[in-house]
């Protein structure tokens, strides 16, 4: 794909205000929507619900309905143009990818809605980035850890980057610091919710890792 003949998509403004991604995985997608409510709560409001769990093309125009003004219900785990299609037909706010797929990065770009796909050599990161992605997903991020930023933006100066994988919430700052447009957090921050997990605890994570990035950001305005 020629990015010249594109606009790159822009990230959300939800993102941007509060720069992490809840990534949900449960049993069935039914089970989603208390867990993005306590998320919400606590400030974290852009969710990446996964193609690895059951049913959530069955319930994602559901959930983007329920949760229209609240938060921004994007689609992971995609592997195929037809899982982006079916996504982005159904609304979904962004996509993320667990490998850097050209025709899923150009089905996104091609309707503006803001993709993130996976990688983690430079080879991969730039193939993404030059493709039109809004962020690139670095992952495993804890393989590497926050100073693969800096060096990634020797070559590459302008690329944007969302660490996922092996993040907990007491790294999130440090990832922003080094310069992460996001960060992706799942087992970490969402535990035990699936299973029984008390919300309110969950909220209460939430909010914690909300005020530790909204720390970082002051911090690097202030530097």
């Keep these: ?24 995985r449960a049993d069935h997608a039914r089970e989603y929507a208390p867990v993005i409510e306590a998320l919400v709560e606590g400030g974290v409001r852009s969710i990446e ?14 959930l983007i309905g329920q949760f229209e003004h609240a938060a921004e219900i994007g689609l992971g785990t995609i592997t195929s143009l037809d899982e982006a299609e079916q996504a982005l037909d159904l609304g979904a706010a962004f996509l993320v990818t667990p490998t850097t797929q050209l025709d899923v990065i150009a089905a996104a770009v091609g309707r503006g809605i803001p993709v993130f796909p996976g990688g983690l050599t430079p080879t991969e990161l730039a193939s993404g980035w030059q493709a039109g992605a809004t962020a690139v ?17 020797g070559p590459f100066p302008d690329i944007q980057v969302v660490p996922s994988g092996g993040i907990d919430i007491a790294a999130a700052p440090k990832w922003i610091a080094a310069g992460a447009l996001a960060v992706s957090l799942g087992g970490p921050l969402i535990k035990d919710a699936f299973k029984g997990g008390d919300l309110v605890a969950l909220t209460e994570r939430a909010l914690h890792v909300s005020e530790l990035v909204a720390e970082a950001l002051a911090a690097k305005g202030r530097s």
Excluded: C, W
């Excluded at 059951?54 to 319930?59: L, P, Q, S």
């Design 137 to 153: 997903k670095l992952f495993p991020a804890s393989v590497v850890g926050s100073d693969y930023i800096a060096a990634l933006r």
């Design 49 to 62: 619900l996964t193609l690895s769990t059951n049913g959530v093309f069955d319930h994602l125009g559901e």
């Design 1 to 24: 794909m020629n990015i010249q003949s594109f606009q790159r998509p822009a990230a959300s403004s939800m993102l941007l205000a509060n720069p992490v991604v809840a990534v949900l």
